[in-house]
């Protein structure tokens, strides 16, 4: 059973930046996406970044050059590093990975289609 555990969440102003990091456990290897998603109070979970097996990066409009995604696959873990945080970011992240079969698969955007979830951890924009 993959595991998943996030940590690096907190407050902060806008402009400001946090690298939330990822690390799981229980069978993760080759073929399986890693991806961020975020979810603000009163709104459905969306797609924020992900990345392949051979290190091709996604990235919703609104986080693009702001936002970078990797993944160390030798260690299972996975960062998101956020720059220029903005009150729109405020909202709880989660790290997902799922089987892709393809080292070289294009991340799918629909949670549901996810399969293995972290807890998640907040991210909160003071004014």
């Known amino acids: 059973q993959v595991q998943l555990e996030e940590s690096g969440g907190g407050l902060v102003q806008p402009g400001d930046s946090l690298r939330l990091s990822c690390a799981a456990t229980?069978?993760?290897?080759?073929?399986?996406?890693m991806g961020w998603f975020r979810q603000a109070p009163g709104k459905e979970r969306e797609f924020v970044a992900a990345?392949?097996?051979?290190?091709?990066?996604y990235y919703r409009d609104s986080v693009k050059g702001r936002f970078t995604i990797s993944r160390a696959n030798g260690k299972n873990t996975g960062d998101l590093q956020m720059n220029d945080l903005k009150p729109a970011d405020a909202a709880v992240y989660y790290c997902?990975?799922?089987?892709?079969?393809?080292?070289?698969?294009?991340?799918?955007?629909?949670?549901?289609?996810?399969?293995?979830w972290g807890q998640g951890t907040q991210v909160a924009i003071s004014a």
């Open positions: 997902a990975t799922t089987f892709s079969g393809s080292l070289r698969a294009i991340p799918s955007r629909d949670p549901d289609t996810w399969r293995y």
């Open positions: 229980g069978g993760t290897g080759s073929g399986y996406v």
């Open positions: 990345v392949n097996w051979t290190g091709s990066t």
